[in-house]
């Protein structure tokens, strides 16, 4: 079964110091990664996906195969990255695109 | 652009009621998922419409029904409601093969 595993529950790193969230996945086919954030009293927006290669507000993330993982990276934290992130896979069948989303992790910025 | 409105907000209901939850999708998406999302987990799949008919459907029984109409709004009815169907449900709207754009939810407690 395709299933997304993010380990931490909370992560708290400095302002300035390095960040990363960790996502592993288990999927049988070509796997579409997501991260989506969720900032205090707003709604779950997409921040990343894997196809587009691209970085947002300094985050990167890179699809290891080998090691079936999707971690989430910034090199240099700030306060504003305070939020709830949730990494996906996209699993589409007959057409329809389903979300597997893992439990989330809660970074929290300290200053 | 409102992006995806979901109404209501916020819903109490008792044990064996039946509740209609909204979502009015983003300007020009024609594709509606829902999402329930329990406390501390993330968000699972309910199911998908497109074209007014369910495309996909997750682990969920059959007292969870939907509706699309010609608009592309949607509708979620749960029936005979459990404690346990308290959560978040989230709407999220996409062309078929898009982003997911999430609306803010609905909280729906049973007592």
């Known amino acids: 079964a395709q299933r997304v595993t993010q380990p931490e529950k909370l992560l708290s790193v400095f302002k300035g110091a390095p960040v990363e969230l960790k996502c592993n996945y288990s999927?049988?086919?070509?796997?579409?990664l997501f991260w989506y954030v969720q900032y205090s009293r707003q709604r779950l927006q997409l921040l990343l996906r894997h196809i587009s290669r691209e970085s947002i507000k300094g985050f990167t993330a890179d699809l290891n195969k080998g090691e079936t993982s999707f971690h989430l990276k910034k090199p240099f934290a700030q306060e504003e990255d305070s939020a709830m992130y949730y990494c996906?896979?996209?699993?589409?069948?007959?057409?329809?695109?389903?979300?597997?989303f893992g439990q989330g992790t809660r970074l929290t910025i300290n200053p | 652009d409102a992006g995806v409105t979901q109404s209501p907000t916020h819903l109490i209901k008792t044990r064996g009621q039946q509740v209609t939850l909204r979502c009015s999708p983003k300007s020009g998406h024609d594709t509606v998922s829902w999402y329930q999302q329990a406390l501390g987990q993330g968000p699972q799949f309910i199911f998908q419409y497109y074209e007014e008919e369910e495309r996909q459907r997750g682990n969920f029984p059959d007292r969870f029904s939907g509706h699309q109409f010609p608009n592309y709004s949607s509708e979620l009815n749960v029936n005979a409601l459990l404690l346990g169907d308290s959560a978040l449900y989230l709407c999220a709207s996409s062309l078929p093969r898009g982003p997911l754009h999430f609306g803010n939810g609905t909280r729906l407690t049973v007592t």
């Open positions: 999927y049988s086919g070509s796997p579409e």
């Open positions: 996906a896979l996209s699993e589409i069948i007959q057409g329809a695109q389903k979300l597997v």
